[in-house]
């Protein structure tokens, strides 16, 4: 065999595989679009509505609390952190309480201030937080609101409640 017949045949072979491996992937994506990967619940995270686990350890007595579960090495993450951070130091902290959970080692988080929990695997398995950024609304009772994924600050911002507008002063004539 010579050079350009063996180079035709490696080049039909390396065809065909790569037809097989994008036909796997159109496959996948066929079958996430059409939902083939979704729980057999439904829902994602603690029910609405149950008790939240380890509300001893974690909640702010009295008040509504917002668990981040976040990850260290996760980007998104960091930015949900920061935007938590803004929140928790403006005027509409006394609304809402957070806090962050990590189950391995926390970044460092110097002059935060949202309070980090970290080392807490079991507090991701209790609250069925499968992926990270993942947010837990519990309310004052010590039920859960609302749990959900988050994917990015922005989403983070719609959880948390508007800062009350301050009354304009009078002008004095």
Known sequence: MDFVTSALLVSWIAIALLALVVSGLVRQVHQLSKGGVARSTGHLGVTPGSPAPHADDLLAEGHDTLLLFLSAECRTCGEVLAEADRFAGGPAADSLRLRAVYAGAAPAHTGGAVPVTDHR?????????????????????????????????????????????????????
Not at 136 to 149: D, K, M, N
Request: proline fraction near 15%; charged fraction near 15%.
């Open 121 to 173: 695997p079991d507090l991701f398995t209790a609250y069925d937080a499968i992926a990270t950024p993942f947010a837990v609304l519990v309310g004052a009772g010590g039920r859960v609101v609302r749990s959900e994924p988050l994917g990015s600050a922005a989403a983070l911002s719609e959880l948390l409640p508007e800062p009350h507008p301050r009354p304009s002063q009078p002008r004095s004539a």
